[in-house]
Nanobody
Framework: QVQLVESGGGLVQPGGSLRLSCAAS????????MGWFRQAPGKQRELVATITSGYSTNYAVSVKGRFTISRDNAKNTVYLQMNSLKPEDTAVYYC???????????WGQGTQVTVSS
């Protein structure tokens, strides 16, 4: 059974930092591209950042320079370091895996990030 379990969300003041983690099980982690997406109330889910199995990264324009995605294949975990957080970063953040070859995807349950003073 595939599981992607996010953690690290919470309430933070503007300008603060959070680090999200996503622990994967039931997949061969090193064969998967990993990503973080987010969905704010009343909005569509959007891509935040991705990291391929080959460690190439891609970021949404809105988070470039503030967020950093990384992965630890030994721990089957992908991270999202979020700095200089803004109120508009408030959303539920979802972890995603996509197999590098067959493109099969899985999603986590999401973790809430709220940026507010």
């Amino acid at each position: 059974q595939v599981q992607l379990v996010e953690s690290g969300g919470g309430l933070v003041q503007p300008g603060g930092s959070l680090r999200l983690s996503c622990a994967a099980s039931g997949i061969i982690f090193s064969n998967n591209d990993m990503g973080w997406f987010r969905q704010a109330p009343g909005k569509q889910r959007e891509l935040v950042a991705t990291i391929t199995s080959g460690y190439s990264t891609n970021y949404a324009v809105s988070v470039k320079g503030r967020f950093t995605i990384s992965r630890d294949n030994a721990k089957n975990t992908v991270y999202l370091q979020m700095n200089s957080l803004k109120p508009e970063d408030t959303a539920v953040y979802y972890c995603n895996s996509e197999h590098s070859y067959n493109r099969r995807q899985y999603w986590g349950q999401g973790t809430q990030v709220t940026v507010s003073s």
